[in-house]
């Protein structure tokens, strides 16, 4: 009853008892994730898990943790790993290897030979090259 004798704390602790139910429901929705997302545990562990989350959910959440803590890191750093390099990848890809099409390096081999760098000889030599 203190807390109601002055509203401050009131305030504080309606705000605590709320983010601590914000950061309870995130934590069991990590669990429930990392539940359908262990490839090494078969379906009847995670029948079995999922039922006890559901009926004793903060026993089962916790024990959950102390278990499977350390590979639920080890999935989520892999994951992680794995959409860096499809990103990666995707930049890559988008933004191309530098490498100029084959019409560019004919007009370029054009230009040379209309300036005189090249003689008639090495154009055809270097678009025969180029064409092949």
Same mark, same amino acid.
């Given at each position: 009853?203190?807390?109601?004798? $002055?509203?401050?704390?009131?305030?504080?602790?309606?705000?605590?008892?709320?983010? !601590?139910?914000? #950061?309870?429901?995130? !934590?069991?929705?990590?669990?429930?994730?990392?539940?359908?997302?262990?490839?090494?545990?078969?379906?009847? #562990?995670?029948?079995?898990?999922?039922?006890? &989350?559901?009926? &004793?959910?903060?026993?089962?959440?916790?024990?959950?943790?102390?278990?499977?803590?350390? *590979?639920?890191? %080890?999935?989520? &750093?892999?994951?992680? /790993?794995? /959409?860096? %390099?499809?990103?990666? *990848?995707?930049?890559?890809?988008?933004?191309?290897?530098?490498?100029? *099409?084959?019409?560019? /390096?004919?007009?370029?081999?054009?230009?040379?030979?209309?300036?005189? &760098? !090249?003689?008639?000889?090495? $154009?055809?030599? /270097?678009?025969?090259?180029? !064409?092949?």
């Amino acid at each position: 009853m203190l807390a109601y004798d $002055y509203p401050i704390l009131g305030i504080f602790w309606t705000m605590l008892i709320f983010f !601590l139910w914000f #950061a309870w429901i995130l !934590l069991l929705f990590k669990v429930f994730g990392d539940l359908f997302r262990n490839r090494q545990m078969g379906g009847g #562990a995670k029948a079995f898990w999922c039922i006890f &989350v559901i009926l &004793v959910p903060f026993l089962g959440v916790f024990i959950y943790l102390i278990a499977h803590g350390r *590979s639920m890191a %080890e999935r989520d &750093v892999e994951v992680a /790993q794995t /959409q860096e %390099e499809a990103f990666r *990848s995707y930049v890559r890809d988008t933004a191309g290897t530098g490498a100029t *099409s084959t019409a560019d /390096q004919l007009t370029k081999l054009t230009d040379l030979k209309d300036r005189g &760098v !090249l003689t008639d000889g090495e $154009y055809a030599q /270097q678009k025969a090259k180029l !064409l092949a």
